[in-house]
């Protein structure tokens, strides 16, 4: 999933986390309950627990064993072997279904522009795709707009902020586009898939920290 900074990406991701660690439905998406490794590098983590136990309150889903929280491996770079020897003893230890990194350029060690680490990165993401049998959810950000006579240039897929490889590794890419004020829409592009996903759109509830479906 990828979208500009301080548009609800992290609230997207605390739903999604909850959601399937309970088996209950994800903005619309049915999910099955299974066990989730969610590393944050993004949001400090008192922030982070105060906003998940605020959604947790609001929403009637309590954090259990099945959600795994880890904010203070700082150290971790998905492009480094130490990095990676200590993010495959998590997964092999705790074994989760689903593995989410947000956001990317704080895993690698180089910048998201640069090809080398990315494919470094990806392609240990594919041996614990392979090795563990786990999902892997990348939060990512956008790149900086870029203005062409008559508006906006929308590129879609490739407005994610790094190389080319990133946007054809992953099976589906989220686009979260801001449209108002606490007003997002999810768009979905299913690159190994038939079918065909329509957009989501989604208003920040507040008092519950998190997005509800609107039509």
């Known amino acids: 999933m990828f979208g500009p900074p301080k548009k609800g990406k992290s609230i997207v991701l605390n739903q999604l986390a909850l959601a399937v660690t309970h088996g209950k439905d994800w903005l619309g998406f049915k999910t099955n309950p299974k066990k989730v490794l969610y590393m944050n590098f993004e949001v400090g983590h008192k922030s982070w627990q105060r906003r998940l136990r605020k959604y947790c309150s609001g929403s009637g889903l309590p954090l259990t064993?099945?959600?795994?929280?880890?904010?203070?491996?700082?150290?971790?770079?998905?492009?480094?072997?130490?990095?990676?020897?200590?993010?495959?003893?998590?997964?092999?230890?705790?074994?989760?279904?689903?593995?989410?990194?947000?956001?990317?350029?704080?895993?690698?060690?180089?910048?998201?522009?640069?090809?080398?680490s990315v494919l470094v990165a990806t392609d240990f993401c594919d041996k614990l795709i392979f090795n563990y049998g786990c999902s892997i959810f990348i939060c990512h950000h956008t790149r900086k707009s870029k203005v062409v006579q008559g508006g906006v240039l929308d590129l879609g897929a490739q407005e994610m902020t790094g190389t080319y490889h990133m946007a054809q590794w992953v099976d589906s890419i989220v686009s979260l586009i801001p449209v108002a004020q606490d007003k997002v829409r999810l768009e979905f592009e299913c690159r190994h898939g038939e079918d065909i996903i329509m957009p989501v759109n989604l208003v920040l509830n507040r008092q519950l920290a998190g997005f509800d479906v609107v039509p």
């Open 65 to 116: 064993n099945n959600l795994l929280l880890v904010s203070d491996l700082m150290g971790v770079r998905l492009d480094t072997p130490t990095g990676q020897a200590e993010l495959e003893k998590l997964v092999a230890i705790h074994k989760p279904h689903l593995v989410i990194f947000d956001p990317f350029k704080k895993i690698i060690s180089a910048s998201s522009t640069n090809e080398e």
